[in-house]
């Protein structure tokens, strides 16, 4: 199975910073990649399908690329209501599908 | 709206069997794609199961193949996620979620999760 490697683990950021959180696969899956934000108690929300791809409804501050092996996720400017847990996804080798462990976002 | 709401959580113990079930609304269920993702107390997400629009394919998380069902019943647009023998590691919230994109999955609806407590 590939194993996704997201860091940091956590991470705290000022509002305003520009945050960038990485995930890395363990072998190539092109761009079949997505991004989850999940709030405490809550379920995950899809924010960036296909690596790049901005889902409908999500603000225009979170943003995505990569390829292959190497992902990030980007918040432009951080908000207080951005603060939660991030996971990446992949669907490069299904199945099956795997995530990455997390990187939890808190406000400094 | 699409709604997905679970139910069938609970206690249950250990080698029983458990049903979950998954009714969805306000989508052409018979056109999607369904999955099953699980989330233990404070830890991260772990997908377990999926099943193709058209029931035709199932697939499973390889460290639950043989303890897990998952079906569908497109009159009652509902998916199923059938648990036999579980353990005290199942415990977890269990989340239904709907494949949104092609190719994917890609989970663009969520449940609101139903939690499982494994525990004789």
């Known amino acids: 199975d590939i194993q996704m490697t997201q860091s940091p683990s956590s991470l705290s950021a000022s509002v305003g910073d520009r945050v960038t959180i990485t995930c890395q696969a363990s072998q190539d899956i092109r761009k079949y990649l997505n991004w989850y934000q999940q709030k405490p108690g809550k379920a995950p929300k899809v924010l960036i399908y296909g690596a790049s791809n901005l889902e409908a409804g999500v603000p225009s501050r979170f943003s995505g690329s990569g390829s292959g092996t190497y992902f990030t996720l980007t918040i432009s400017s951080l908000q207080p209501e951005d603060i939660a847990t991030y996971y990446c996804?992949?669907?490069?080798?299904?199945?099956?599908?795997?995530f990455g462990q997390g990187t939890r976002l808190e406000i400094k | 709206q699409v709604q997905l709401v679970e139910s069938g959580g609970g206690v249950v113990q250990p080698g029983r069997s458990l049903r979950l079930s998954c009714a969805a609304s306000g989508f052409r269920f018979s056109s999607y794609g369904m999955n099953w993702v699980r989330q233990a107390p404070g830890k991260g997400l772990e997908w377990v199961a999926g099943i193709h629009y058209d029931g035709s394919k199932e697939y499973y998380a390889e460290s639950m193949k043989g303890r897990l069902t998952i079906s569908r019943d497109d009159s009652k647009n509902t998916v199923y996620l059938q648990m036999n023998s579980p353990r005290a590691e199942d415990t977890a919230v269990y989340y239904c979620a709907r494949d949104g994109r092609n190719p994917g999955p890609m989970f663009d609806y969520w449940g609101q999760g139903i939690l499982v407590t494994v525990s004789s």
């Open positions: 996804q992949q669907y490069g080798d299904f199945p099956p599908v795997t």
